[in-house]
């Protein structure tokens, strides 16, 4: 067959128009359907339906244009036409002007659907469904195809320099760095991690490292079908720059593909370039690493890879925000000098500032600096800012819950441990604060499945034991000796972590195993004598022995010397006691006005969230002294608070809050019928045997007349109750082959 025949009768037939004009209809109506679909809710099959339609139409249309002639008399086979009475090239005319027409109706459509659909979804997404299934990801670590365990670092630390990037573009739900590396090494099903994580697409590859250069590869995949969406290898000379481009090439094209824009200050976001020299990159990605994990030895090592990076470029911004939270970790985790603790965290985050501004870790250091110095406001405002500037920063979600546990502000502060938990579901620190928030709805069936949760997939974590002895200690269960199983759990799994040993010294005093919390004292004295947790214990411990030593000269003087102003009730009960025991009432006094000048006005009138556990103990050390007038406005003030927000409480009235409030007003108002009332109720109903042990123990000592017969029916009740409690829990280190014979009372 002549091929330049065959071409002529195409052409003739008008094949190739027909062509032409079918692939732009059917491409204009495949668009039309994946953008119109999603918005009226039609299945998603549908869109895969009309492509097949469409494909399938391509090749008959062909046929059809060959096989068949439109004439004045209708449709005839092409070989029964003449080819003199033949009628195409008015057909081929007719044909021109309906491609012309449909490629108008696309062009048309492209400027419509670039400019509002994408406009509505994008810019103006509100919608979940954009949210969490298109705009959704999870970066993977990706593979340390080196041959060098080594350079694991240098993997990990781009997968999540990658995610910080993506996760500071408004429109994106990206997964928390914990929970996505949980899935390192794994090879789990694609579908399995995206509905574990809540995500979309998963981004993964790997980084090869040799000698001079970087081969680093990249893929796009969609969770619920597998398919990649996009793949590129990027081979490049190892440098910083070629680092940062490479990061921000990959980010730009899963933007790209995922239909996001970039506001303009998140194009200068992506377009920084934090330093310039690989050698301090590097340093800063292993110290990154390292901090991770919270050993008390690799925040040292982190710390001296951090001033390692700074030493090698000392305008590298980023390393002095990571130094100054290193840091702060080597303080909580360690026994460093609390004003040296200070001046690091302060001055490098100022540093990292004066570079930087836009510096998220900075702002959280400098948060962190402004609440071990009590001011509020300034954290919060600082925390708030570092959100902002990375929203995947997990850490800050707690710290900015505490912030507002400090602040009486119970709802935001469970707002922000929900929050966290949302973005990274299987970090421990996250699924311990979701464990607090459904204690706070004394939903203690979910408490316990999210403790059990966080065992199973982080074992390790051992604050998650700490805290399920903290809930066995109050409401509603009241058991010490449960309490002090956990930990002693806690302690076996580190015996430096000093909450342990601190939570062993109370709950050791309150079950009146006087040689075991002996023991556990000195251990915390000589060897956390720096830590918040001894300077917690010394209060409590001499108040039961009734001999002060240590407080006065360690906790009294830090306070002195440092200006640190306690923000929570333990100390100021350790004030109190203190003060009650020695009658030096003028040498604690100062502190509560310290806190508050406010509660020394004589025109005082209102009671807080913020200072009702300062409010109470000076309004009743004021008795002591004879200041009867401010007393009064004090206690009258609290009681008024106390029915005010009785509502504010999961269960009003009923609420074991609201009934310890009570009990304190009725006290501090000497109405001995009400007292005893309260004080009952919270035991017998509410199972609240510390504080209720605590309250009759210095009743007995303190207030005589208050302590009428019944009370001491009650409070040999509950020393029976603290009896087997204590037998209950030296089985279980008798059993577990943890008891001492020193701890033998008697010895």
């Known amino acids: 067959m002549d091929f330049r025949n065959l071409i002529a009768e195409l052409k003739r037939r008008n094949v190739f128009r027909v062509a032409t004009a079918y692939a732009i209809a059917g491409w204009l109506i495949i668009q039309i359907s994946a953008t119109t679909f999603p918005f009226l809710n039609l299945p998603e099959w549908l869109i895969t339906a009309v492509i097949i339609f469409v494909t399938i139409g391509f090749p008959l249309s062909l046929i059809f244009a060959w096989a068949f002639e439109l004439t004045p008399d209708g449709l005839k086979k092409s070989q029964e036409v003449d080819i003199t009475e033949s009628v195409t090239h008015r057909t081929g005319k007719k044909l021109n002007g309906i491609i012309i027409t449909v490629l108008s109706m696309a062009v048309i459509f492209l400027l419509v659907e670039r400019v509002f659909f994408a406009e509505a979804s994008i810019l103006e997404n509100h919608s979940e469904l954009a949210d969490f299934q298109t705009a959704s990801i999870a970066v993977l670590p990706f593979v340390n195809m080196s041959g060098d365990e080594n350079n694991e670092y240098f993997s990990d630390g781009l997968s999540e320099e990658l995610l910080n990037a993506l996760a500071k573009v408004d429109e994106m739900k990206v997964a928390g760095r914990t929970s996505s590396f949980k899935f390192k090494g794994q090879n789990e099903d694609l579908k399995i991690v995206g509905e574990q994580l809540g995500v979309g697409h998963i981004l993964e590859g790997s980084v090869r490292k040799a000698g001079g250069r970087v081969r680093i590869t990249a893929q796009l995949i969609k969770v619920d079908d597998g398919f990649h969406m996009w793949s590129e290898t990027f081979d490049r000379e190892l440098t910083a720059t070629n680092i940062f481009e490479i990061q921000e090439e990959i980010s730009r094209k899963v933007l790209s593909e995922l239909k996001v824009r970039l506001l303009p200050e998140e194009e200068l976001q992506l377009d920084d370039i934090p330093t310039q020299d690989i050698e301090a990159y590097q340093a800063y990605l292993k110290g990154n690493q390292l901090l991770i994990n919270r050993n008390y030895a690799e ?102 819950g505490n912030v507002y546990e400090d602040l009486g502000d119970r709802e935001n502060q469970m707002k922000f441990y929900e929050q966290g938990y949302k973005i990274d579901p299987l970090n421990p620190l996250a699924i311990y604060n979701r464990s607090r928030v459904s204690a706070d709805k004394e939903d203690f069936e979910e408490m316990e499945f999210f403790m059990e949760k966080n065992i199973r997939i ?283 014979e020193e701890w033998e009372e008697g010895n």
Request: charged share 25%; with cysteine.
């Open 299 to 400: 925040i040292e090592a982190a710390i001296a890879l951090y001033q390692e990076a700074i030493r090698i470029d000392p305008t590298f911004s980023e390393a002095y925000g990571q130094l100054a939270l290193a840091y702060n970790a080597q303080a909580y985790y360690g026994n460093i000098p609390r004003e040296e603790n200070l001046t690091n965290l302060k001055s490098n985050a100022e540093k990292a500032l004066s570079i930087n501004e836009n510096s998220y870790s900075a702002h959280a250091a400098l948060a962190l600096y402004y609440h071990a110095i009590s001011d509020l406001q300034n954290a919060e405002e600082l925390f708030i800012k570092s959100l902002e500037l990375n929203p995947n920063f997990v850490d800050v979600y707690n710290w900015l």
């Open 458 to 740: 982080n074992p390790d974590f051992i604050p998650t034991y700490f805290l399920r002895g903290n809930i066995q200690l109050g409401f509603p269960f009241g058991n010490i000796a449960e309490a002090s199983k956990n930990y002693m759990q806690v302690y076996n799994s580190d015996n430096d972590f000093p909450r342990a040993i601190y939570s062993l010294v109370h709950s050791g005093q309150l079950l009146e195993m006087h040689q075991f919390a002996d023991h556990f004292y000195k251990l915390l004295k000589e060897n956390y004598r720096e830590s918040f947790e001894f300077r917690y214990a010394v209060g409590f411990y001499e108040n039961n022995k009734r001999s002060y030593e240590d407080f006065p000269n360690i906790v009294l003087n830090f306070l002195d010397e440092s200006g640190y102003v306690p923000q929570d009730l333990y100390l100021y009960l350790d004030f109190l006691d203190y003060a009650l025991e020695t009658g030096n009432y003028a040498r604690v006094i100062p502190y509560f006005r310290k806190f508050d000048e406010g509660l020394f006005s004589d025109t005082l009138s209102v009671i807080t969230a913020q200072n009702e556990d300062q409010a109470w103990p000076l309004a009743y050390l004021l008795q002591k002294t004879g200041d009867i007038k401010q007393s009064e406005r004090i206690t009258e003030a609290f009681c008024e608070f106390t029915e005010r927000s009785k509502d504010s409480y999961l269960k009003g009235e009923e609420d074991y809050r609201y009934q310890g409030d009570l009990m304190i007003c009725s006290f501090l108002q000497r109405d001995q019928a009400a007292f005893e009332e309260n004080l009952t109720i919270l035991y017998k109903k509410h199972s609240e045997i510390v504080p209720v042990f605590t309250w009759l123990r210095n009743v007995n000592r303190y207030e005589p007349e208050l302590y009428s017969e019944n009370l001491k029916s009650l409070y040999k009740e509950v020393k029976q109750e603290l009896s087997l409690q204590r037998a209950n829990f030296i089985s279980y280190l008798k059993s577990e082959g943890e008891w001492e």
